[in-house]
């Protein structure tokens, strides 16, 4: 998609737990329905938790099953780039967050933030050229864990990825499932510096959670140096039975 001028988005974004490719209560697999819904938005860059990188038994017991990656199935022939941070590992496979770029990605990390003998998690760093600007664009995709003290000491390790190795003048986007129903964790983010885009346009942040009849405010876009234009929930047909979190769309303004 091509920069706009002015005030008009440079680049939209999608944020999404894919949930491994199937709906709400794991009944069905549904990979290939979410990647049309994800094709329909026209998303220049896509933020995905809980995508799979492989799993031997899902790929046995279905017959539709991608050969590769899910997150390379999903960035197909229209997110050229893509990148994929493995968090957690098990028997069958492994899962963890990716970023599908329509521009280029120039260099990512994953950082490991599971908190020792529980529930593994991680957050993807990427850096990515917009052709026509001299400035790059930190991403940072996130999935937190369920315990409220293990979410602190991940936001904690995030603020210092940030503050240290994120140049204080640099576009900065951070998304992705913070698993903050409570809103205690938000604070910690809003005092370094960062706006979230929702409770910019609207004054609160975005229920997502169940995707079906969303209460819950469980994913977020956090922005840096950066705008968000005309941020949306996108809780209706299709998206309500592709997962069981509603993802996310905004425009970001440069």
């Not at 001028?5 to 737990?17: D, E, K, S, V, Y």
């Not at 099953?65 to 590992?89: H, K, M, R, S």
């Not at 079906?212 to 968000?228: E, G």
Request: glycine share 6%; net charge neutral; hydrophobic share 45%.
């Amino acid at each position: 998609m091509d920069a706009f001028a002015g005030r008009m988005p440079a680049f939209n974004i999608l944020t999404l737990n894919a949930h491994m490719g199937f709906n709400l209560l794991n009944r069905r697999f549904v990979l290939h329905a979410l990647r049309d819904a994800i094709r329909d938005v026209s998303a220049d860059m896509v933020f995905l938790q809980e995508v799979l990188g492989a799993h031997a038994r899902h790929a046995k017991r279905h017959l539709n099953w991608p050969e590769g990656p899910q997150y390379e199935f999903l960035a197909d022939a229209i997110w050229t780039q893509f990148a994929y941070g493995q968090n957690a590992v098990y028997p069958d496979g492994h899962h963890g967050n990716a970023l599908l770029s329509k521009f280029p990605i120039v260099h990512h990390e994953n950082r490991d933030v599971t908190v020792h003998g529980h529930e593994e998690r991680g957050m993807l760093h990427c850096v990515i050229d917009i052709p026509g600007r001299a400035t790059q664009v930190h991403t940072i995709c996130v999935h937190l864990g369920l315990r409220e003290g293990h979410r602190k000491q991940q936001l904690e390790l995030l603020c210092a990825i940030i503050a240290n190795e994120i140049p204080a003048d640099a576009p900065l986007i951070v998304a992705g499932d913070f698993n903050d129903w409570r809103r205690r964790g938000h604070p910690l983010l809003t005092r370094r510096g960062l706006h979230e885009a929702f409770e910019e346009a609207h004054g609160h942040v975005a229920a997502t959670f169940p995707a079906r009849w969303p209460v819950m405010p469980l994913d977020r876009i956090y922005l840096r140096n950066v705008s968000a234009h005309k941020p949306k929930v996108l809780s209706s047909r299709p998206w309500s039975h592709l997962s069981d979190h509603a993802p996310l769309l905004a425009g970001i303004k440069l």
